[in-house]
């Protein structure tokens, strides 16, 4: 099976930390527990990114944005695109936000 090496950009980083930082105002452990999950939900890209679907964001970008979603009820959104061997995390935002535009 192909591997791809996942690369975060700085503004994702940025949305992880601010997303966070807000976790740990309102429920201290579980911000703890969602930095761990998405971080292995985000390394998990490294297998089959392709199985993911296009985002509806998509449409509005040069290249293909794929959504890899975490959690239920109301998921996080892993915005990310494939290059060759590499994926790249562009935007992490929660799914109760509006559509993220260029």
Not at 7 to 32: C, G, K, S
């Amino acid at each position: 099976m192909r591997r791809y090496r996942v690369i975060i950009t700085p503004f994702a980083a940025d949305n992880i930390r601010q997303a966070h930082d807000w976790l740990v105002t309102e429920n201290p452990p579980y911000a703890e527990k969602w930095l761990a999950d998405i971080r292995e939900k985000i390394l998990g890209l490294e297998s089959l990114p392709e199985s993911h679907a296009l985002a509806p964001e998509s449409e509005a970008f040069d290249c293909d944005i794929r959504q890899a979603l975490f959690r239920r009820k109301t998921p996080w959104r892993i915005f990310f695109t494939i290059n060759g061997a590499s994926v790249q995390v562009l935007h992490v935002r929660h799914g109760s936000r509006d559509y993220w535009l260029p």
